[in-house]
């Protein structure tokens, strides 16, 4: 256990205490709850309401007991919620050993100083209402209720958020963009879910109590609409990691670059603290830039030497093929633009549009650097030797200004070794046709379209082809 995590766990159970006391002593168990049975009974909805939690991309765990839990507070007040909470939310890795003890205690603190804050506030939201059972009245009641659950739910997000950071160093608004967003309506929407069982629970003859119980069916499928985010989030991913692979796969030397562009083009957005939103679409555009090149014939992409004119030319076409492969998709249409303009050149004098810096997007801009130093550091057909760290940052700062941004340049200097060196490759997985030492005798070069402008002379900070 790491010192920060240390610090959090202690923080975490003495707020814990601090608010358990007060909703203990100051407000006592609600009669509407049914006294010990009924609290028994609503930690048994709790407990199978946290049986199937859902882990999210980031590693914070989403389950839907925050609805039994919600309900105790409207029915037995802050001082129930908190035996509710603190029994009920056990999860069943905690009684098989895989969370360690300090995560144990640090999740039930977090959960109990959750219910007790979300107790505290309806209890005193409900003293501001005047009393009387108009529809007006529980109207206000019900309001009150939303405005708990929406403590609850910043208190929870607080909570997990921080453990995660602590745990893995990733920021707090990375957190909130990458698992807590998505799923942050359904999180709130408990709340009426949480009421319609408070009020079924009170119904007269004991029909309350087994007709209650019937709501596990509507919490399992908000499970699973958790279930299907996540799911859907990682078909996402796998699916664009694996068009990425497509690409690198056809050429033994840029194995991997796709993806290498990608780390270093998120990291210095990181550094230029850029919205969430935008990190990701210019990573994701990173790990795609070069899908177009699908469609340029092998015996242009792996030619040994320089390309002639008129393949030069054709090879300039991939910046379009790619943006016409990803555009079609509506959730990689954010990303076209960035994959079009990834050659541009803050002069005006790149390709395929020749846009100059104010109209060259700033995520085109950060990968063109990111992507042109990860090219010069690696071999190609063309150049079999990679040019030294020293070699491609003195590229990027001969050419800063004509072909890429100047007050971008000094973000990628000034990132650590360790990501801007190249990993050791593992050993070659890729299928046997596909992993040959020689290339394949080369058919005939393709000439270039009639009328095409001629193309500018190759740089090795370009990456060419």
């Not at 603190?86 to 603190?109: C, F, K, Q």
């Not at 072909?403 to 990501?419: K, N």
């Not at 490759?425 to 005798?441: A, F, G, I, N, V």
Request: net charge negative.
């Amino acid at each position: 256990m790491t010192a920060s995590v240390r610090r959090l766990v202690v923080f975490s159970v003495a707020v814990a205490a601090a608010l358990s006391a007060a909703a203990i002593l100051l407000f006592p168990i609600g009669t509407a709850i049914g006294g010990t049975v009924g609290v028994l009974y609503w930690i048994g909805l709790t407990l199978v309401s946290s049986a199937m939690p859902v882990r999210l991309p980031q590693g914070t765990v989403a389950s839907v007991s925050a609805a039994p839990i919600l309900a105790s507070v409207i029915l037995g007040g802050p001082a129930a919620a908190v035996f509710v909470a603190g029994i009920g939310a056990t999860d069943p890795r905690e009684l098989r050993g895989e969370v360690p003890w300090y995560g144990t205690v640090y999740n039930h603190a977090s959960i109990i100083s959750t219910a007790a804050a979300a107790g505290i506030v309806y209890e005193a939201a409900l003293g501001a209402i005047p009393s009387g059972g108009t529809f007006e009245t529980v109207l206000l009641a019900f309001v009150a209720l939303l405005l708990a659950s929406g403590v609850a739910f910043a208190v929870n997000w607080a909570f997990s958020s921080f453990a995660v950071a602590a745990r893995t160093g990733v920021s707090l608004r990375t957190v909130w963009a990458r698992d807590l967003q998505g799923i942050a309506a359904q999180l709130i929407g408990l709340a009426p879910v949480a009421w319609l069982m408070a009020q079924v629970f009170l119904l007269p003859n004991g029909v309350g109590w087994w007709a209650t119980a019937l709501f596990v069916i509507p919490l399992f499928t908000t499970r699973l609409a958790y279930h299907r985010y996540v799911e859907t989030r990682e078909l996402f991913e796998q699916t664009i990691g694996a068009l990425a692979n497509a690409v690198d796969a056809r050429d033994r030397y840029t194995r991997g670059h796709s993806k290498r562009v990608s780390h270093i083009t998120e990291v210095m957005c990181r550094v230029m603290q850029l919205p969430e939103n935008d990190i990701e679409k210019i990573k994701w555009a990173g790990l795609l830039h070069d899908v177009g090149k699908i469609g340029i014939r092998d015996n242009i992409l792996l030619k040994p030497g320089p390309p002639s004119r008129d393949e030069r030319i054709l090879m300039n076409q991939h910046p379009t093929i790619g943006a016409e492969i990803v555009a079609p998709a509506r959730s990689l249409a954010p990303e076209a633009p960035l994959i079009r303009a990834h050659h541009e050149w803050v002069n005006g004098s790149g390709y395929p549009d020749g846009l100059e810096y104010a109209d060259i997007p700033l995520g085109a801009r950060i990968m063109t650097i990111a992507d042109a130093y990860e090219a010069m550091t690696s071999s190609r057909p063309y150049r079999l030797t990679a040019l030294t760290h020293e070699q491609a940052v003195a590229e990027l700062e001969k050419y800063s200004g004509l072909q890429f941004d100047p007050e971008i340049v000094p973000i990628l200097l000034g990132l650590d070794r360790s990501i801007l060196d190249r990993q050791p490759e593992r050993p070659d997985d890729l299928p046997t046709m596909l992993r040959q030492d020689e290339l394949q005798p080369e058919p005939p070069a393709l000439s270039a379209p009639e009328g095409s402008p001629p193309p500018r002379p190759v740089l090795a900070s370009e990456d060419a082809p």
